[in-house]
């Protein structure tokens, strides 16, 4: 009876030790990534206030604002009058402007009128007088800055990745000591966007508006502290509440560090308000359904429209929803959420305490509830019936479901995806395990490779099915790719019936090559055919494999020259690129199409060598990791090149043959084609053209070598003209691909 259940114990006991390995880092699952976003989604979704928060509203920069006023950005007259009609005539705790300001307003013409005053006008006093008169109306700049002394008003900026310093930065929170010794990666950043410094200090403080998606593209949290120069500056959402409340900051670390080392997580205290943080220094944002806050146009604000009783005492944050202003996010609540309302939503939930976070006992937990239950279950399992069986992963998924809720209830977020897949996954396989035989497996194999390697593979494959699977994985591989010189020349003498019968005739004849190396063809992409060795069966041969192949192919292509000549078609000229390297290989694509292929820098560096054939005169060019993998065949170095795309240069080869079969001639021209090569490179140009040509004359004059000892001639002639620099490398560079 053991024996029977074996293989799905394994089978269940491989499934939970993927999803331990998701959990634990050592693997990511995409999947499970996007499955676990949902779950957190739904319960956010299910939970969320759906009623008005009064504490806060949003000043709204929205259409009927940018009609009524104008276009932004708007002069800094006009926010000085919504500033202080916000703090004097409405009385809001505090502004938070989810906006930057990082260039003087110009637009009253005070720079000009003063410059006028400085030289046409220099004499007149009247003007002079004028000007002082008017200066305080004209210099926007100043009289926002005015505005702000009625009342807390906080700024907003940005950091960046990449240096760049514009603006002034407000005071950090904490400076560079209290940060050192935490062991947590915030946010480093190198630059910042801020506010001119006339503004920037008149405000109260500032607050930066970065905002982090996940892998998604979904904003889920916001860093609370970010990292620049080793100081920690805070978010808006925390510098407006600040603000409002004239509360202090500390930062404090909490948990059990004794028992369980990675239990602990860091707080900041907020007067007697907790906002627990994540490892980078971010909270989870607390989403009320949209609208969650009262939006009242900035301009009834200006034009003191605005209901009085709505603003008094609350805090206002100053933002936009016009589309035209590029302000909104992709959030679980709406894929169209003004940044603004995030702000409010951050500022709402700390208030409420109110901000769920995982705590640090959750990963182990995790783990634990894996282990245990897949070891358990795939124990069970099979040996329960269909039914009995159904009705114990169901009762374990609504434990789980009932406890994880029990947990968001008390603001802790346990991970769900993991433990519910596997209890539902291990339920399912053993359900349905009587429903897939052996045949339908070998059905799988063949209808998933069938159409990418020969028939002879699929049917080995076949006979252990479960060795095989699309999924991607990073092995070592040989590329190939091909491609048809001058095809769009050939394609123009040809009826569109023909050319279809032409490119028939050669794809099938290249491919039966390529599947009597065992080659697994990747794509045709027109006349060009993309082949690779070593998947998805392990091919230790695989460079050997692909280089006989490519030298198979031209010989297969000079039998089909005479077939296509006897019917008065154009000749095919082929060049092949070969390399050896680590790529991905797996089904990649989208929803709506797969595809098996690779991808990688060996991939592209194969597309490239393809490239060079015809700068070299040769049929084919492989890598130097496809040479050093074939010691038995005999190469003849062509050049050291750096291809487009890739900064490191690489030595390129024609392959001759195998070295048991080749003639020997053949290799001391190789030979002294490599002389030639050191010469060059040490810019010898005398003694590397002497060789040439007695290469020359040592080779038939219908050999494809004549022309890459011509072109090497040419070379040597045009570098003697221009010297390269004293430390040339010889490296040959390739602009294109």
């Not at 269940?12 to 390995?21: A, G, K």
């Not at 279809?500 to 045709?524: A, C, P, Q, W």
Request: some cysteine; charged content about 15%; proline content about 5%.
């Amino acid at each position: 009876m053991f024996k029977q259940h074996l293989p799905r114990m394994i089978l269940s006991l491989l499934i939970t030790v993927l999803l331990v390995l998701h959990t634990a880092g050592v693997v990511r699952l995409s999947m499970l990534d996007r499955l676990e976003a949902w779950s957190y989604d739904t319960r956010l979704l299910l939970t969320m206030p759906h009623e008005l928060d009064p504490r806060i509203v949003v000043i709204d920069i929205d259409e009927a604002s940018l009609k009524q006023i104008g276009q932004w950005p708007w002069g800094r007259d006009r926010l000085a009058q919504l500033t202080s009609a916000l703090l004097d005539r409405y009385h809001v705790a505090a502004i938070g402007y989810d906006v930057v300001f990082a260039e003087p307003d110009t637009r009253s013409g005070l720079a000009s009128l003063t410059h006028l005053a400085a030289t046409h006008f220099k004499q007149d006093k009247l003007f002079k007088q004028a000007l002082d008169k008017a200066r305080p109306l004209l210099d926007y700049d100043a009289r926002f800055a005015q505005s702000m002394s009625s009342g807390p008003v906080v700024l907003g900026y940005y950091f960046t990745p990449y240096p760049q310093t514009e603006g002034a930065l407000p005071q950090p929170v904490f400076t560079s000591g209290v940060m050192a010794g935490l062991d947590r990666s915030f946010v480093h950043n190198q630059g910042y966007g801020s506010n001119i410094p006339q503004l920037q200090h008149a405000a109260a403080t500032g607050g930066y508006f970065n905002m982090s998606a996940d892998f998604d593209g979904v904003t889920r949290r916001m860093p609370m502290l970010a990292d620049y120069h080793g100081a920690a500056y805070e978010a808006l959402s925390l510098a407006t509440l600040r603000a409002a409340l004239g509360a202090q900051l500390q930062l404090h670390k909490t948990g059990d560090t004794q028992w369980w080392p990675h239990s602990h997580h860091l707080e900041l205290l907020a007067d007697d308000m907790r906002i627990p943080l994540d490892a980078h220094g971010a909270i989870l944002v607390p989403y009320r359904a949209y609208p969650g806050y009262t939006y009242l146009s900035a301009a009834d604000v200006i034009n003191g429209r605005a209901p009085a009783g709505l603003l008094e005492n609350a805090i206002a944050l100053v933002g936009t929803t016009a589309p035209g202003l590029l302000d909104l996010r992709v959030t679980p609540v709406a894929k169209n959420y003004p940044g603004v309302e995030i702000h409010a939503n951050l500022i709402s939930g700390i208030l409420d305490g109110n901000i769920r976070y995982q705590p640090g006992f959750a990963h182990a937990l995790e783990l634990a509830l894996l282990i245990v239950l897949g070891a358990g279950l795939a124990w069970i399992l099979p040996r329960l019936t269909p039914l009995r069986g159904a009705i114990l992963g169901l009762s374990l998924t609504v434990a789980y479901i009932a406890a994880n809720a029990w947990a968001w209830q008390h603001n802790w977020v346990l991970p769900f995806a993991p433990v519910v897949l596997l209890i539902a996954g291990l339920m399912v396989l053993n359900m349905a395990w009587g429903y897939f035989a052996e045949t339908r497996a070998k059905r799988q194999i063949t209808g998933l490779f069938g159409q990418y390697v020969p028939p002879e593979l699929v049917e080995e494959m076949s006979h252990d099915p479960s060795r095989f699977n699309m999924r991607s994985e990073s092995k070592e591989l040989s590329i190939l790719f091909s491609d048809v010189r001058s095809f769009t020349t050939i394609s123009e003498s040809l009826t569109p019936q023909q050319l279809s019968d032409l490119l028939n005739e050669f794809l099938t004849s290249m491919t039966t090559v390529i599947h009597g190396y065992h080659g697994t063809i990747d794509k045709y992409m027109g006349d060009c055919i993309m082949a690779f060795w070593g998947a998805p069966l392990d091919n230790p041969q695989h460079a050997r494999d692909a280089v006989l192949a490519g030298m198979a192919m031209q010989a297969a292509l000079t039998e089909l020259n005479v077939s296509f000549a006897a019917r008065g078609w154009p000749q095919l000229h082929v060049g092949v690129g070969v390399n050896t390297g680590r790529v991905s290989v797996g089904n990649m694509g989208s929803k709506f199409r797969m595809a098996y292929t690779v991808m990688g820098d060996a991939v592209n560096l194969a597309s490239r060598l393809e490239g060079i054939t015809k700068q070299y005169a040769v049929p084919m060019v492989v890598g130097e990791a496809t040479c050093a993998a074939l010691p038995e065949m005999a190469f003849q170095e062509l050049d050291l090149v750096r291809v487009k795309g890739k900064n490191k240069p690489v030595t390129i080869y024609q392959p001759l043959g195998l070295k048991a079969g080749i003639d020997a001639a053949l290799v001391t021209q190789a030979d002294v084609f490599s002389g030639v090569l050191a010469d060059y490179r040490a810019q010898r140009w005398e003694v590397a053209e002497t060789k040439l040509r007695a290469l020359i004359q040592q080779t038939e004059s219908t050999s494809a070598s004549i022309q890459l000892y011509q072109i090497y001639l040419e070379r040597i002639n045009h570098l003697r003209q221009h010297p390269p620099a004293p430390d040339w490398d010889g490296v040959w560079v390739f602009e294109s691909k």
